[in-house]
Nanobody
Framework: QVQLAESGGGLVQPGGSLRLSCAASGRTFSSHGMGWFRQAPGKEREFVAAISQSGGDTVYADSVRGRFTISRDNARNTVYLQMTNLKPEDTTAYYC?????????????????WGQGTQVTVSS
């Protein structure tokens, strides 16, 4: 069982930056691929980025590639999403998720554990 808790969301101006964190409980964090998703009200959950168990491999959605960076610290049981050059269309709730024994899937159904989400608002 893995419990996830996101933090770091907030209000930022267009062009600004935020770093989201996702802290995981349990001793099996390093065996899980991790992902970030986002979901606006009334819309489907959208894949943002994923990282392998070791942190050596990453994959991004086209909409965020070059602006967002996913990373993880297995010693701290934490995964991060560094977001730069934020745009108003990035405004939504962001969720981290854990995928057992695999990584990199863009499909929410492939993930086994989810956090409660953190809101990001990009507005002047």
């Amino acid at each position: 069982q893995v419990q996830l808790a996101e933090s770091g969301g907030g209000l930022v101006q267009p062009g600004g930056s935020l770093r989201l964190s996702c802290a995981a409980s349990g001793r099996t964090f390093s065996s899980h691929g991790m992902g970030w998703f986002r979901q606006a009200p009334g819309k489907e959950r959208e894949f943002v980025a994923a990282i392998s168990q070791s942190g050596g491999d990453t994959v991004y959605a086209d909409s965020v590639r070059g602006r967002f960076t996913i990373s993880r610290d297995n010693a701290r049981n934490t995964v991060y999403l560094q977001m730069t050059n934020l745009k108003p269309e990035d405004t939504t709730a962001y969720y981290c998720a854990a995928q057992r024994w695999s990584w990199g899937s863009p499909a929410p159904a492939e993930y086994d554990y989810w956090g409660q989400g953190t809101q990001v608002t990009v507005s002047s």
